[in-house]
């Protein structure tokens, strides 16, 4: 019996053990296990659930950033200046590329008008995954090269949005519209407007299975919100023939830059604003630094005798003088400093203040002026607009200078002529177009309506404001007088008449301050302001439905032109 | 079973045995009704066959829609790039720089100040010019300067005094080898491109020496 036992025990007792500590052992391995889950479960939950989240989600979710489209930039018919344009970039893997980049650069160069050194560079970049190809290309041409390539059989190339900003007038009011860089807008109203223009990206989260989404899947959508367009009062047309006959003066003179603008008189609305020398908005890198400003705002410059119509008309105004006035005028006059002297030599002659105008008489305006009560010129030339920005919504405007004229009696003299204080071309168009509207000032605008420029400040037509400056008839004497300055037989400047209307206008000549040694340097700014049609320019001409106009046009002369004014 | 029921009655007066024999229980029989199972089936089956086949058709119809959603999505914007693609380049043709370039092409010219008739007592108001085409404003603007890389200084080089001298001067049979391959080249050569061709070596050749 006894070594037959112990072999039956053994199995039973020392392998299994007893049920109860089977069961602990059991137990203990299942709550070992139980914790490990437990712990796992706490480190997912717990500890950072959010990014495991959104690991889950990533695996066939999609996101796609909804690009707002840009406003356009309009003319008052509603011309583009600048609009935008669907537009790919095509980008390239070169490690995909390399293999094949002579035939693949062949057939971009050509399909894409590329330099084919440089793609084929930028194909067998080495260390590299992405590179551009080409930025800005329609989309239509980015899509049909790329499927095109993918049928050939290259691989690695591929596009993606990037929208095109397009000047389709190239030239043509470029000085005030400004251009884009590659994503901020660098200049002019596009930089002045952005908030505006550029509206709010969106954005899209879908759930896609084989490049479909999946109906049912998760799905959320934040629509993009386009820019809103910016209307401006340019004329495209008129614009683009002020800025031909301004460039081709400005060659024809061999000067080194002008500006024309041309305001509707009753509205005040600016129906051109031309720079020369001035850039395609499209190349903008091509031009000079200086010539991608707006140079009929930003250049102060002295108005020359065309001021003298502001201290004429305000003379007039205050019954001082009449048209009739007759005025002894020396050749020379001797004021505190240094003698005035006229364009023209002349001794002792006899001139009414018509023909103050009409001959351009320094000496004449100052005597004329010297019935001026003390700073009484200066508050008229505030009131015409001078020494104030005209706030159109274009950036870095100049106020320009009208100084005070407690500042000695030369000053004044000098002002009375149009030296010593400095305007805008704006400005100048303003102040001149009070005369053309009857002696109101309307304030100038460029922007149709209202807009806010980023700044806060709201500009447009809505916010035209007008004010009397001279009376009526002062205005109309005024006219009159300048009506002169254009008759062939006795003014000055028969070239500026215009055959079929009534044009009165004052030209100007002014010394100018070089930048290098903040003097006088020999150098002259010429200008010109007037308007048309003279009779009754508040009214819409009997025969002709054109809208009356002013225009000031300064150009900025390297030598003294003609011996004018 | 019966038992129990024998030994109540036994014990109940006489007067309650009609109400006892009434309300007594008798175990019936238990009367399975057994519905028809065949049609409950089907129709379960059809119900969910029909749900199952119908959710399959719902979501194939579903993923054929988003199919056609992204097919046509593709479409869309392929036509609106092509709309805008065509409207730039219509900006671009109406631009007044290209009109005026174009018109003047065909010839035509700044129009001269017009004449203006008055038609209630036939006046004429102004004078008619006709337009001067000397006056026409530039619209192209001139070319650029070239920079002086681009646009060298002409040389003169003074020719040959005469030949004779040019042949004794140049000792080796280099160069009357290469006279003599010039002359016979541009002279009886026949076709256009031989022609050319040998012109061209002709030129070269002395300016690599």
């Given at each position: 019996m006894r070594p037959t036992r112990p072999p039956q025990r053994r199995p039973r007792g020392s392998l299994r053990g007893s049920a109860r500590i089977r069961l602990r052992v059991g137990f203990?391995?299942?709550?070992?296990?139980?914790?490990?889950?437990?712990?796992?479960?706490?480190?997912?939950?717990?500890?950072?659930?959010?990014?495991?989240?959104?690991?889950?989600?990533?695996?066939?979710?999609?996101?796609?950033?909804?690009?707002?489209?840009?406003?356009?930039?309009?003319?008052?018919?509603g011309k583009p200046l600048a609009d935008s344009v669907d537009g790919m970039m095509v980008v390239a893997d070169p490690l995909m590329t390399s293999d094949k980049a002579?035939?693949?650069?062949?057939?971009?160069?050509?399909?894409?008008?590329?330099?084919?050194?440089?793609?084929?560079?930028?194909l067998r970049t080495s260390g590299s995954r992405f590179e551009y190809i080409a930025r800005r290309v329609p989309a239509t041409k980015a899509t049909d090269a790329v499927d095109a390539a993918e049928r050939k059989g290259f691989t690695g190339i591929a596009t993606r949005p990037d929208p095109i900003r397009d000047y389709p007038a190239g030239d043509v009011a470029a000085n005030l519209v400004g251009f884009m860089g590659t994503d901020a807008p660098l200049a002019g109203l596009e930089r002045t407007f952005q908030t505006q223009l550029a509206g709010h990206d969106g954005s899209s989260r879908y759930e896609v299975g084989g490049g479909n989404r999946i109906p049912l899947g998760e799905s959320t959508i934040k629509p993009a919100v386009n820019g809103t367009d910016l209307h401006t009062t340019i004329d495209l047309d008129l614009q683009w023939y002020t800025q031909r006959v301004l460039s081709q003066t400005i060659e024809d003179s061999n000067a080194e830059s002008g500006m024309a603008v041309v305001m509707d008189t009753r509205t005040g609305e600016i129906l051109a604003d031309a720079d020369a020398p001035t850039f395609d908005a499209n190349h903008p890198l091509e031009a000079p630094d200086d010539a991608r400003g707006a140079r009929s705002l930003s250049d102060a410059y002295e108005p020359g005798s065309v001021e003298k119509v502001l201290t004429l008309s305000s003379l007039i105004n205050e019954g001082k003088v009449t048209p009739r006035t007759r005025l002894s005028v020396p050749?020379?006059?001797d004021r505190e400093d240094r003698p005035i002297h006229d364009w023209f030599p002349h001794g002792l002659i006899h001139l009414t203040l018509a023909g103050v105008i009409a001959k351009s008489s320094n000496i004449g305006t100052v005597l004329a002026a010297d019935k001026f009560a003390p700073g009484q010129l200066r508050s008229y030339l505030?009131?015409?607009?001078?020494?104030?920005?005209?706030?159109?919504?274009?950036?870095?405007?100049?106020?320009?200078?009208?100084?005070?004229?407690?500042?000695?009696?030369?000053?004044?003299?000098?002002?009375?002529?149009?030296?010593?204080?400095s305007v805008n071309a704006v400005q100048m168009a303003?102040?001149?177009?009070?005369?053309?509207?009857?002696?109101?000032?309307?304030?100038?605008?460029?922007?149709?309506?209202?807009?806010?420029?980023?700044?806060?400040?709201?500009v447009g037509t809505d916010t035209t404001t007008t004010h009397r400056v001279v009376s009526e008839k002062a205005a109309r004497d005024m006219a009159h007088m300048m009506e002169r300055v254009i008759d062939p037989d006795v003014g000055v400047a028969p070239a500026a008449a215009v055959p079929g209307y009534r044009v009165a206008g004052k030209?100007?000549?002014?010394?100018?301050?070089?930048?290098?040694?903040?003097?006088?340097?020999?150098?002259?700014?010429?200008?010109?302001?007037?308007?048309?049609?003279?009779?009754?320019?508040?009214?819409?001409?009997?025969?002709s439905s054109r809208t009356p106009a002013t225009a000031a046009v300064a150009v900025r002369s390297r030598a003294r032109p003609s011996p004018r004014s | 079973m019966s038992s129990p029921a024998v030994q109540f009655r036994s014990r109940m007066p006489r007067i309650?045995?009609?109400?006892?024999?009434?309300?007594?229980?008798?175990v019936v029989p238990r009367r399975r009704v057994r519905a028809a199972r065949v049609p409950f089936v089907t129709l379960v089956s059809l119900v969910l066959l029909g749900g199952v086949i119908g959710l399959l058709l719902f979501n194939t119809s579903m993923q054929q829609a988003s199919f056609a959603t992204t097919s046509l999505e593709g479409q869309a914007s392929t036509l609106s790039a092509r709309e805008q693609t065509l409207r730039m380049e219509l900006d671009v043709l109406r631009n007044p720089q290209h009109v005026a370039e174009q018109a003047r092409r065909m010839g035509m010219v700044t129009a001269g100040s017009p004449a203006f008739l008055k038609l209630s007592d036939g006046k004429i108001l102004g004078t008619a010019t006709p337009p001067d085409p000397t006056q026409n404003v530039r619209i192209v603007p001139p070319a650029p300067a070239k920079p002086p890389v681009l646009n060298p200084a002409p040389t003169y080089v003074d020719p040959p005094a005469d030949p004779?001298?040019?042949?004794?001067?140049?000792?080796?049979?280099?160069?009357?080898?290469?006279?003599?391959?010039?002359?016979?080249?541009?002279?009886?050569?026949g076709a256009g491109h031989g022609d050319g061709t040998k012109n061209h070596t002709g030129h070269n050749n002395p300016t690599s020496n």
């Open positions: 203990l391995i299942i709550a070992m296990v139980l914790s490990v889950f437990a712990g796992r479960l706490v480190q997912l939950q717990g500890i950072d659930p959010n990014s495991y989240a959104a690991m889950a989600a990533a695996e066939g979710m999609v996101q796609v950033s909804l690009q707002a489209e840009r406003g356009d930039i309009l003319d008052r018919n002579p035939e693949l650069a062949k057939f971009l160069a050509t399909r894409l008008d590329l330099d084919y050194f440089s793609t084929l560079k930028l050749g020379e006059l505030t009131r015409f607009g001078l020494g104030q920005r005209t706030d159109i919504g274009v950036r870095g405007e100049s106020p320009a200078s009208c100084r005070p004229t407690a500042s000695g009696h030369q000053v004044q003299d000098r002002i009375a002529f149009g030296q010593s204080l303003a102040a001149v177009n009070t005369i053309a509207n009857g002696g109101v000032r309307v304030s100038p605008s460029l922007i149709e309506g209202s807009a806010t420029t980023d700044n806060g400040v709201t030209t100007g000549t002014a010394q100018r301050v070089g930048t290098a040694c903040g003097c006088y340097d020999g150098t002259f700014t010429v200008s010109f302001a007037g308007f048309a049609p003279a009779d009754n320019p508040a009214s819409p001409s009997t025969w | 309650a045995e009609a109400a006892v024999e009434r309300a007594r229980l008798t004779s001298g040019h042949s004794s001067g140049h000792s080796s049979g280099h160069s009357s080898g290469q006279a003599s391959g010039l002359v016979p080249g541009a002279s009886s050569d």
